[in-house]
């Protein structure tokens, strides 16, 4: 079954500890992304990888780093989590060929920072 | 900058009724435009494209237009049902590399 799958699905942590949220597909696509969806904002990307090695800002990268060493998985890492940056966060994968693909989204990871 | 907006109020309407969901963008001429429906807590699933040559596109009780001289794509359910609720949100390739751009979406209520 085509899917992407995200660990952990929820997250309490406090400000200043490091945490990673874990982003798979078994679908060979080369296009990740990782979005943060907040009320009355919607989903604003925040990185987003072409492929292996290649990674790029999104719209609000501030605070968070990613990393793509292997075509299917795509950390998304906050080295120090503050309250803002408390939010249900997606990762979605794509096919670069036949464009346009729609994503596949993860189930989502809703993350509370104290 | 590239802005999208959706409906930020909730549609309510009844069953069997169709409901119309509008999608508006401004500073940007995209290629296409998608719609995705979200249920509460879980990830967006896409439901339909449609290309800038194409005026409507169909999927079952579904309908999308798209107008680029308005800048706006509408979004139809015709006959709806009660399972139809749900967040549906628009997103148009604004960037490089597959970027999307998401709306806000619009909240739907069917009630019986």
């Known amino acids: 079954e085509a899917q992407v799958t995200q660990n952990p699905r929820y997250l309490i942590t406090v400000t200043g500890k490091k945490l990673t949220v874990t982003c798979s597909q078994n679908m060979n696509h080369e296009y990740m992304s990782w979005y943060r969806q907040d009320p009355g904002l919607g989903l604003r990307q925040i990185y987003y990888?072409?492929?292996?090695?290649?990674?790029d800002k999104g719209d609000v990268p501030e605070g968070y780093k990613v990393s793509r060493k292997e075509k299917r998985n795509f950390p998304l890492i906050l080295e120090s989590p503050s309250p803002n940056q408390t939010s249900l966060y997606f990762c979605?994968?794509?096919?670069?060929?036949?464009?346009?693909?729609?994503?596949?989204f993860g189930p989502g990871t809703r993350l509370l920072v104290l | 900058s590239q802005k999208i907006e959706q409906n930020s109020e909730a549609l309510n309407i009844q069953e069997g009724k169709t409901a119309t969901l509008t999608c508006n963008y401004t500073n940007y001429s995209p290629a296409y435009l998608q719609w995705y429906r979200q249920d509460p807590g879980r990830g967006p699933v896409f439901l339909l494209l449609?290309?800038?040559?194409?005026k409507e596109k169909r999927k079952e009780r579904l309908k999308v237009t798209f107008d680029t001289t308005l800048k706006q794509s509408l979004f139809h359910i015709t006959a709806s049902q009660p399972a139809d609720s749900a967040t549906y949100l628009c997103a148009l390739p604004t960037g490089t590399a597959s970027k999307l751009t998401f709306g806000t979406g619009t909240r739907l209520q069917v009630t019986l």
């Open positions: 449609i290309r800038e040559n194409e």
């Open positions: 990888s072409m492929n292996v090695e290649v990674t």
């Open positions: 979605a994968s794509s096919s670069q060929m036949g464009q346009p693909t729609p994503p596949y």
